[in-house]
C-alpha cells in the first residue's frame, strides 16, 4: 500500500511541474497558458495560406488540391479514400471493413454507395476535413451520385476554395482574409 502512495506523489508531482512549464512565469497568476500551440497538421489548409501544389498545366485532371476524393471498385468491395496532395491518405470506408459488410446485403449494389457516403463523411468531419474536391464524372441516377449526395449530406463540400496569397501593396482589390471572417 505503501508504495502505491508513493507512485501517487510521483506522478503528482511530475504533472505539475509539467503544467508549470507550460504555463510560464508570466500566467501563473492567471492559470491560463500564455501561449497556444497548435499542432493541427491540417491548420495552414484551414487558412488556406498552405502550399498546394499546381502540378504541370498539360496534365488533366490537374493536381491543384490539397484534399481528393478517390472512389475505386473492386469485383467484390467499393473503397472511397480521400488523398492528400502528399500521397497520403488520411481517410478511407470500404465495404470490406466487417462492421460495414456486416450491416449490407450485397457489397456493391447502391445501398452500399449509400452506406459508404455516411461513413467516409463522418470519419472526414472528425479527422477535420471538410472540403475536397471531386474530379469523377457522375451519371444521374447512378451509385456514385448516392455516394456524393450522402457525402454532402454529412457535411463535406466537394470543392476546395483558392488559396489565399497575399496582395502587394499596389493591389488595387484586397482579397478577404479566411481567418478574419469568423
Given at each position: 500500500m505503501l508504495?502505491?502512495?508513493?507512485?501517487?506523489?510521483?506522478?503528482?508531482?511530475?504533472?505539475?511541474?509539467?503544467?508549470?512549464?507550460?504555463?510560464?512565469t508570466a500566467s501563473e497568476d492567471s492559470?491560463?497558458?500564455?501561449?497556444?500551440?497548435?499542432?493541427?497538421?491540417?491548420?495552414?489548409?484551414?487558412?488556406?495560406?498552405?502550399?498546394?501544389?499546381?502540378?504541370?498545366?498539360?496534365?488533366?485532371?490537374?493536381?491543384?488540391?490539397?484534399h481528393k476524393l478517390q472512389v475505386t471498385t473492386s469485383k467484390r468491395h467499393v473503397t472511397a479514400s480521400v488523398?492528400?496532395?502528399?500521397?497520403?491518405?488520411?481517410?478511407?470506408?470500404?465495404?470490406?471493413?466487417?462492421?460495414?459488410?456486416?450491416?449490407?446485403?450485397?457489397?456493391l449494389d447502391k445501398m452500399a454507395y449509400i452506406t459508404i457516403g455516411k461513413v467516409l463523411a463522418q470519419r472526414c468531419l472528425e479527422c477535420g476535413i471538410s472540403d475536397m474536391?471531386?474530379?469523377?464524372?457522375?451519371?444521374?441516377?447512378?451509385?456514385?451520385?448516392?455516394l456524393l449526395e450522402n457525402l454532402l449530406k454529412g457535411g463535406v463540400r466537394l470543392e476546395e476554395d483558392p488559396r489565399y496569397k497575399s496582395p502587394n501593396p499596389w493591389d488595387q482589390e484586397r482579397p478577404e482574409k479566411p481567418w478574419e471572417h469568423y
Open positions: 508504495v502505491g502512495r508513493q507512485s501517487k506523489n510521483i506522478l503528482s508531482s511530475v504533472t505539475n511541474t509539467n503544467i508549470k512549464r507550460c504555463l510560464g492559470g491560463h497558458a500564455q501561449f497556444v500551440y497548435n499542432r493541427n497538421p491540417r491548420n495552414l489548409e484551414k487558412l488556406r495560406i498552405a502550399y498546394k501544389p499546381a502540378g504541370y498545366h498539360l496534365e488533366k485532371p490537374g493536381r491543384e488540391f490539397w488523398l492528400h496532395h502528399t500521397g497520403v491518405v488520411p481517410v478511407m470506408a470500404t465495404t470490406a471493413e466487417w462492421a460495414v459488410r456486416k450491416q449490407l446485403f450485397s457489397t474536391i471531386n474530379t469523377h464524372e457522375v451519371l444521374p441516377n447512378s451509385k456514385l451520385e448516392a
